[in-house]
DNA sequence: TGTTAGCACTCGTCCTTTTAGAGTGCTAAG
DNA sequence: CTTAGCACTCTAAAAGGACGAGTGCTAACA
């Protein structure tokens, strides 16, 4: 698939997908033999860009004006021209502090943290998928009751989460009672993840118990309930307003349209859950996307681990315009903070 | 204050404000000559809005513009001139099935839905603020240990707020001791607001039950944390994308602006705890608001309450040509039944 | 054969000028 | 007090022109 290209193709390429990461301007063969392949004149590297333009690296946006990287460029740049970022230590030393996890001890805090962090070290939108709490592992329920006929379940899993519910139970059941389901549940459900608790293994649970307690129906049906309808997949996003000051979203009907997919959590989860893959960060340059409305945009993805448990997934999107080496180091970064913030 | 107007320069004030709102350009006297005052010239209404305009009412964007109205105007208007508006029975009707609470319990879930609806309704950005933690009463508090070291604390209100905290305990408390320490607590503290429950009050306790129990210094510490810390006032946004919409609202540098104002909850909140009045409705417009960066906005608050008790506030922000009576017609609805739903 | 200087050409951006139209203020008459 | 009429103002949009960056091509050169 990928045609071959000589090494003064390569220079030259990448040359322009720098230039324009940074200046965001159509670049020109002068610019490139002047700053980056000394030795060359404007005219050879004019010749080299042509080809370039043929084979699909490079596009024009209009016949006199510098060229700029073609989705299939940066594709390209970002699979075997790219240079890592080392941050500078200031940088490095400003990213260790802010993520620093003092007084942060819950799970929602840290990531919610961790979002505005990245996106303003990146200068791009963060998303960051939290837990999910559907792969999450039952630990432990209870039901405190709170007056006669209300009392509240709480549910607690392996990842951290801790879910409440206020439930009406249109009989009085007594503490001892309520114990007894409680104990009888836990003993039954401890380990599974919440995917796993099925319709199906509740109305067993409900026969199995029924022979022992006939009162228990409104108890059960809560537990069905609480643990139905939560679909619970939060995104916690960074710097919405950072694509403001990128210049390719200078027309407010993009805005708009960006925008509106920020406040669209089940949208927001849906790309993150399809590019997300368990190991390595995954870079979807621009139509590789399969969302309509960042078909111009870069999503690079990573996940975060606890235990070598994969919980759920770092994005930075921005522009296909986008310093990529840059924010690959910060999410490294981040991913191996989080990795180790977590486990404790 | 207010200088007298006669009925005729009244109507022509309403006119002017009424057609600047649906068109969002400035009115001129052939149009209001011929929608909205039949039987008089154009010229006669040139002199009413020149008049108008040196009284402070009425402006001209430039020499040779129609008029638009002043912040005085609108105040005049909303003041003096505007007609309720009664919402179509259609619309009507949408508003209160998709306001419907089934399947809404938690009080979060109803509020997020209010924001969204309230939004949508208006085509603006609404706000609303959530019960204040610190401002409800405490009901019960609970421990629940999950493993050797360490506890869960549930802390429940009479506002229907259920805060859980994971803490840490050094030593191992049994279930008897926890037991004990948190009967007494619930029976000290029962009925206070949260705010009443101050780090000294919290030292006293300390000290009573230090001769009972010596063992329980971690548990206090964590009760202190819990309380402490939590600031815990969430401001909840709807349609924040909607002032894109708005013609006024062009700008890319006013939309940064505004965007920014939107992520920043602590300032939200002072914006409306600012502007809340117990009773009525209260429309602040231009710069009679306080905060910098909406002296171009109107905004327009009411409070919610459960069972005579003010629970929060309600807000629709746009720009100062908005949709005054609309506006407020459906926030009468959605107030009514926000207290209607939460008093069960 | 690959490289380069030179040059005509293209096209977008910026600036100025022109034009059209909406709306005003003023005057004089009804 | 009201109104018709008219000159005037000012903006927004269209039209024109100069500029300059950058290209593609050709022909000469190593």
């Known amino acids: 698939m990928t045609v071959a290209l000589n090494e003064r193709k390569k220079q030259i390429l990448k040359a322009v997908v720098v230039n324009y990461i940074k200046t965001a301007e159509p670049v020109g063969s002068r610019t490139v033999a002047r700053a980056y392949r000394m030795g060359l004149s404007s005219a050879t590297i004019r010749n080299e860009m042509a080809d370039l333009e043929e084979m699909g690296y490079l596009a024009q946006p209009h016949t006199s004006a510098g060229r700029v990287p073609s989705q299939l460029g940066y594709r390209y740049y970002v699979d075997y021209l790219m240079e ?37 070290a990146t200068n791009q939108t963060s998303l960051i998928m939290g837990p999910q709490f559907k792969k999450s592992a039952f630990r432990q329920m209870r039901i405190l009751p709170l007056d006669e006929t209300r ?18 139970m249109k009989q009085h059941l007594s503490q001892a009672e309520l114990q007894q389901v409680v104990s009888y549940l836990n003993q039954k459900l401890y380990g599974l993840t919440i995917d796993q608790v099925t319709t199906s293994l509740i109305n067993e649970l409900k026969r199995d118990l029924f022979r022992r307690l006939e009162i228990l129906e409104q108890a059960f049906i809560l537990l069905e309930e609480s643990l139905k309808e939560e679909r619970q997949i939060r995104v916690f996003l960074g710097g919405t307003t950072n694509i403001l000051n990128q210049p390719e979203f200078k027309d407010v009907d993009k805005i708009r349209r960006m925008l509106n997919l920020f406040e669209q959590e089940p949208l927001l989860f849906k790309i993150l859950e399809d590019t997300s893959s368990e190991d390595d960060f995954v870079i979807k340059i621009g139509a590789e996307n399969e969302c309509e409305d960042i078909k111009e945009c870069t999503l690079i993805t990573g996940t975060y681990k606890i235990h070598d448990k994969t919980l759920g997934t770092v994005g930075v999107l921005g522009p296909t315009r986008m310093d990529y080496s840059r924010v690959i180091s910060i999410m ?7 990795n180790h913030s977590l486990s404790s």
């Open 84 to 120: 890592k970022d080392d941050l500078s230590s200031a940088e490095e030393q400003a990213l260790t502090s802010s993520l620093s996890t003092e007084k942060m001890r819950e799970i929602e805090q840290i990531i919610v943290n961790s979002a505005r962090v990245l996106s303003a």
């Open 151 to 168: 009392g509240l379940v709480v549910l607690i899993t392996d990842t951290g989460f801790i879910k409440n519910k206020v439930i009406d």
């Open 332 to 338: 490294h970064r981040l991913v191996d903070h989080l």
